[in-house]
């Protein structure tokens, strides 16, 4: 069974741009999360998805988006980036929504804002 | 609020000695999951274990071994024999059900194996 993948690897961004982050989960995986991790501030959840709706929903700012596809490929947009959005963006699927799954991690968005 | 703490930021051992990383945690609900997770140099976070709040048994996976106990709010995690390779970040983490998936992750422990 192939793993979660995400999409690209490694993105340059200027600062006031946007971007957009992509995540496959396993397959028969309805559950995408997100999190943000950064030498500072550490893994931070910054929502998740289940069959297309938001579930939950971490304490960052309205710039960072996202959502759910039919088919549970997920994708997180941030817009208007700033220096501090420099940072490792992990992606994990669960086959349920309840926090009883393991959770699978992607290799993860190294995003780099200059 | 769930909290998570991982008090070793860093551990260094020779190749063969064991190695305790200590989690505790904090939460409200009755109804928790506990995970660990291992991130080598790759960046990419390998799951190791869960366990939910009504089985306290300690459980024992090859090298790896794990010390949940209720009454400290502790999960703790154990390497025995350790190897070069076991040189990684890890992660002790908290789901609570009423917050479906979500994850509050400790700070991490980095472990440096010498050969």
């Known amino acids: 069974k192939a793993g979660v993948t995400q999409t690209p690897r490694y993105l340059i961004k200027t600062r006031g741009q946007q971007v957009t982050l992509s995540c496959s989960p396993i397959s028969g995986h309805r559950s995408v999360s997100w999190y943000q991790q950064t030498p500072g501030q550490g893994l931070q959840f910054l929502f998740e998805y289940f069959s297309e709706t938001q579930r939950n929903k971490g304490n960052f700012p309205g710039r960072f988006s996202g959502r759910q596809f039919s088919n549970s490929r997920s994708e997180m947009n941030v817009s208007t980036l700033e220096l501090g959005d420099s940072a490792l963006y992990l992606c994990?699927?669960?086959?349920?929504?309840?926090?009883?799954?393991?959770?699978?991690f992607g290799p993860g968005t190294r995003l780099t804002v200059t | 609020a769930q909290k998570v703490t991982q008090a070793q930021t860093e551990i260094s051992v020779v190749e063969k000695e064991d190695v305790t990383l200590d989690c505790v945690y904090e939460?409200?609900?009755?109804?928790?999951?506990l995970f660990w997770y291992k991130q080598p140099p790759s960046g990419e976070l390998v799951f190791l274990i869960r366990r939910n709040s009504f089985d306290e048994q300690n459980e024992i996976s090859g090298r790896y071994s794990w010390n949940f106990q209720k009454s400290t709010s502790s999960f703790n995690f154990t390497i025995t024999a350790s190897q070069v390779v076991d040189s990684a970040v890890y992660f002790c983490?908290?789901?609570?059900?009423?917050?479906?998936?979500?994850?509050?992750f400790g700070g991490g422990t980095r472990v440096l194996v010498k050969p």
């Open positions: 994990a699927s669960s086959l349920v929504a309840s926090g009883a799954g393991e959770q699978y």
């Open positions: 939460t409200r609900d009755t109804t928790y999951y």
């Open positions: 983490a908290l789901s609570e059900a009423a917050a479906g998936n979500k994850l509050t």
